[in-house]
Every structure is written in structure tokens, then in C-alpha cells.
């Protein structure tokens, strides 16, 4: 065909921009949505910062590096990931072994490392890649559904690094990086029979579990079923975020009109409650839009894993998504009080830049599965 006819058509600079995207290894409508998602959770961060210009600018630094992230992450072969995944995971265990004997402590949490005079670091953060990609490794060349031999070393797998972590303690990222971790053998076809045995199994040691628990972490299960109990102390996150929620009506009094947040009644109005702010500033409309953004990448990030080329391409990609879906759920349901507060963040909304460099990444690695050609 003409060349000077092709590029006369309507619509064909725009198509040279995909085609663009496409040979980089982006997918253009994720990428799309993912931006209209960070820059919803800018517009509300602006509000719960009170318009504190350092913080904002701040947060604007680290989703760009988180985008840069997402744009490394989305060269790399499939293949390089399947190669790496099991040094990844061994040198991420090592690490979180470090900060129980030599990480800092913040906030009576021992979560860091520190490098003296360069960075500091939550290892943590990396498991929540490293553990769904060592999963998906050991699985990829296995009979699926898996045996019963192959589950138990899987779930081992994941069960190392998440003890770990909670004893630092962090129940939140846990909870996450053993959610990554079972979700790849969810997706390698564990028959629902033994996901409902493990359950009573589980619903039957859960007395025993409970001398296990930190006195906080006790606190907190007993405040989600009673929060009037101790309105003003362990009560006092979940009535104040419920307040806001409800405060907020259909539309929403305004941006940097919310009184709870504003105010300090809202605890941790930047990060965990975020969307209490959402929901008392822009109402009704406003959850429902972001809700929304959050449907429509997933939907878009599951499509993409089930075109994977192969069985860990699949595994691990599908893995992330619903980690991500995990992400979600944990926090809305902990500040709607159906769950205890664990210290999970509004993904890529809420303030932080850890958080969002590993999700982003985790996303560069679904495009990396999906846009490049098959190995």
C-alpha cells in the first residue's frame, strides 16, 4: 500500500504511538488507567496533606520513579525472571533474617535496613514480588493441578518469608506477601476441597493462634467487633474513618473541606485512611470513581495473564493482579471496619513511595509477560 496514503488515514499518528508503546513493551490501556488512577490519588493526597507542598512534591518524586520502575521492569524477558526467581527469593530471606538481628526500629516495628550514609530499606516490600515469582518458578515445570507433595513445599515456600515478617512485627505486609504467594497455587488448579479443608483446619487452630498474637494485634481483633468499647483509644481509628465515610453523603463536602481529616480526628489521613478522606470529601461519587479505576485495571491485568505464553508467565502474572485485588479489599475493609487495622495502604493512592515502586514494578512485570514475543 502507499506509504504517503497509510499515513494520510485518519487515526494513523495515533496508531504510530501505540505501535510505539507496543515495541517498548507497554500496553497502552493499562498504562492508561494506571495514570488515571495515580493522578485520582493525587488530587485527594493534595487535600490530606492540607495542601503541605513538601509532601505532595515529594510523592510526585516517587510515582515518578515508580513509573520508571514500571518501565525497567517491562523490558526484561520473561525467561530472565523465571531464571532469577529463585536467587531472588534466597537473597530476599537472607535480608528479612538481617533486619530481625540488625534492622532499625520505627514506630516499635523492626521493618529496615539501614545502609549507613546511603539509603534505607524495607525488604519486605520485595517479597511481595520474590515470593509469587519463586512460587510460579517451582511450579511452572510440574504436573497441574499440583500434588499434594507439591503444595506443601509451595506453601513453604511462602510460609518462611511471611513468618518472618510478622515477626517484626508486621501483620499488613504478611498478610500480602503470604496472599501473593497462595494466590499462584490458587491459580495452578488447588482443588477447592482442599482450600475448604485448610480453612477448618485453620477455623480449628485459631484458638490456639490467638495466644500466638502481639497484645496489639489481640486489641485490635477485639476492637473490630466492639469499637465502642474504647472510643477513644483502640476504637477510636475505625469510628473516626466510619465517620468520615458517612459524613460525606453523596457528593461530598469538597476538597480540603473535610472536617475529620482537617481537623485531626482521622488518624493516618495520608496513607491507611485515605479513602476516608475520599469518601467524606467527594462523597459517594467520588469512591465510586476510584472503585472503578480499580475494577478496570484488574480486569485489564487478569486479560493480560491469561494470554501469557507460558504456565509461570501465567502463574506469576496472574499472581500480582490479585495481589493487587488483595491490596484493595484489606484496606477498604479495614477502614469500613469489616477487618482489624493492619497497616495496609490504599494502593497507589495512599502516601508512600515503597509501596508504590513494588506495585508498579509488579505491573511492569504483567506487561513484560504479555507484550513480549514467545520464548
Avoid at 485459631?206 to 472510643?231: C, H, K, M, N
Amino acid at each position: 500500500m502507499n506509504q504517503d496514503f497509510v499515513r494520510s488515514l485518519p487515526g494513523h499518528e495515533r496508531n504510530l504511538r501505540v505501535a510505539w508503546l507496543h515495541r517498548i513493551h507497554i500496553d497502552p490501556l493499562l498504562l492508561l488507567l494506571l495514570a488515571g488512577l495515580v493522578l485520582f490519588g493525587l488530587v485527594v493526597l493534595y487535600s490530606a496533606v492540607d495542601a503541605n507542598s513538601a509532601q505532595f512534591q515529594a510523592q510526585l518524586v516517587r510515582i515518578a520513579l515508580a513509573f520508571v520502575a514500571l518501565g525497567i521492569a517491562a523490558q526484561l524477558p520473561p525467561q530472565m525472571y523465571m531464571r532469577w526467581a529463585p536467587y531472588v527469593y534466597i537473597v530476599g530471606v537472607v535480608l528479612l533474617v538481617l533486619v530481625l538481628l540488625f534492622g532499625i526500629t520505627v514506630k516499635g516495628s523492626q521493618r529496615w535496613l539501614e545502609i549507613p550514609g546511603v539509603t534505607r530499606f524495607q525488604p519486605s516490600e520485595l517479597m511481595k514480588i520474590a515470593v509469587p515469582m519463586a512460587v510460579a518458578w517451582y511450579l511452572h515445570d510440574r504436573v497441574l493441578p499440583p500434588s499434594i507433595k507439591d503444595v506443601c513445599v509451595a506453601l513453604a515456600i511462602v510460609a518462611i518469608p511471611a513468618g518472618l515478617i510478622m515477626m517484626q512485627p508486621d501483620l499488613g505486609t504478611g498478610i500480602l506477601v503470604a496472599g501473593a504467594g497462595f494466590a499462584v497455587v490458587v491459580l495452578a488448579g488447588l482443588p477447592w476441597r482442599w482450600m475448604g479443608y485448610a480453612f477448618l483446619a485453620f477455623a480449628a487452630a485459631a484458638p490456639g493462634l490467638w495466644y500466638v498474637l502481639q497484645d496489639y494485634q489481640r486489641q485490635r481483633i477485639l476492637t473490630l467487633f466492639d469499637p465502642e468499647s474504647d472510643p477513644l483509644g483502640a476504637g477510636w481509628n475505625i469510628i473516626q474513618s466510619t465517620t468520615a465515610i458517612g459524613s460525606g453523603g453523596l457528593t461530598g463536602k469538597g476538597l480540603l473541606e473535610g472536617t475529620q481529616s482537617h481537623l485531626d480526628f482521622l488518624p493516618e489521613a495520608r496513607t491507611d485512611f485515605i479513602i476516608a478522606v475520599i469518601g467524606e470529601e467527594l462523597g459517594l461519587v467520588g469512591v465510586l470513581i476510584l472503585l472503578s479505576l480499580y475494577v478496570l485495571i484488574i480486569l485489564r491485568g487478569l486479560v493480560m495473564a491469561a494470554s501469557a505464553e507460558s504456565t509461570f508467565g501465567r502463574l506469576l502474572a496472574g499472581s500480582l493482579i490479585l495481589t493487587f485485588f488483595v491490596y484493595l479489599f484489606v484496606n477498604i475493609a479495614m477502614v469500613s471496619g469489616l477487618l482489624p487495622v493492619v497497616g495496609v495502604p490504599l494502593p497507589l493512592v495512599s502516601y508512600g513511595g515503597t509501596s508504590a515502586l513494588t506495585i508498579m514494578a509488579g505491573f511492569g512485570i504483567v506487561m513484560a509477560i504479555r507484550m513480549h514475543k514467545a520464548w
